[in-house]
């Protein structure tokens, strides 16, 4: 895969508009693109115009999604700056994200992890992320 390639998560929720927020306000993040009833399904991308990486939630009409599968479901945040990384951890918490313990306890200790209102969880990692 190239560089210039995108890479975009999605999945489905029951709380379309308050994730929105949530993800932008958390992550600073914005709506790079959105969509309503397009085959029964509203949706927005969520990301950066200058990364490569897209978050996207839908919500199907008539269609009832749940809770997260799992506690383990996390998407990982690399923040190796401490006053960005606590920066970051506020505005995650001034978001809607509730602190949690993390399943695996590994990401306790040098991150917090959060949970969202469908019980998918966000880690913010204070490390760099080192290629082995």
Known sequence: ???????????PTD???QLVAMYCQGLGYQVLASFADHQGFDGAI????SHSVHLEFTHCHGHHVGRAPTQDNLLVFYVPDEAEWQSRCAAMEAAGFTPVASF???WDVQGKTFEDVDGYRVVIQREVWKDN
Request: cysteine-free.
């Open 1 to 11: 895969m190239e560089r210039s390639h995108i890479l975009r998560v999605a999945r």
């Open 15 to 17: 709380h379309l508009e």
């Open 46 to 49: 969520l990301g950066l115009k």
């Open 104 to 106: 695996n306890p590994y």
